[in-house]
């Protein structure tokens, strides 16, 4: 079976800038706090630790988003979506995303993911369909605030992004159930 392409490189090309983890590397299988519960993997749904440097001159704000373009729905699955992230913010701890987004600084707002729940949901692919990338993006945006609110779609925060994206920062494990 083909890997269906990332999602950004059909998005007009932004400068990159730099993603670090303590909890999830780049090509690596997530580690069980960052797989789901909800979903019956035995994970935990905890977001992973982030850390970003370098974001082009002119971001007053983030997006943090994790996409699972392999999902095998026709349109990938949204795993987490945060925005409206101040500028100044340039790290969440691990556990940051919960379904109430204590960890989060204030201003940043938290999507419904495409289960419907708010808050990060940890990888559960099916068993038996192959490793699955799960992108985890920071979007520097141009604008200090997106012109949405909690109730839109994962797709509805993209598009709202394109044309204010400056930069993004990617870094993306894998995860698969036998």
Known sequence: MSQPPSPYDF??????????????????????????????????????????????????????????????????FWHWVVFD????????????GDTEGSGLPDGAKQLRSDAGLYGYLGSAPPPGHGPHRYMFA???????SLPIDTSVSPAICGFNMFGTTLGRALITPVYEQS
Not at 50 to 66: F, K
Not at 138 to 144: D, E, F, N, Q, T
């Open 138 to 144: 920071v979007h520097a945006l141009s604008v200090p």
């Open 11 to 76: 998005l007009p090309a932004v400068a990159s800038f730099e993603v670090r983890s303590d909890d999830v590397a780049e090509g690596q299988m997530l580690p069980m706090p960052q797989v789901s519960g909800i979903f019956g993997a035995d994970g935990e749904d905890r977001s992973p630790h982030l850390a970003w440097s370098g974001a082009p001159e002119g971001t007053q704000s983030y997006a943090v988003t994790c996409f699972d373009p392999d999902a095998p729905t026709g349109s990938g």
């Open 85 to 96: 992230i101040p500028a100044s913010c340039t790290e969440f701890a691990s556990g940051a």
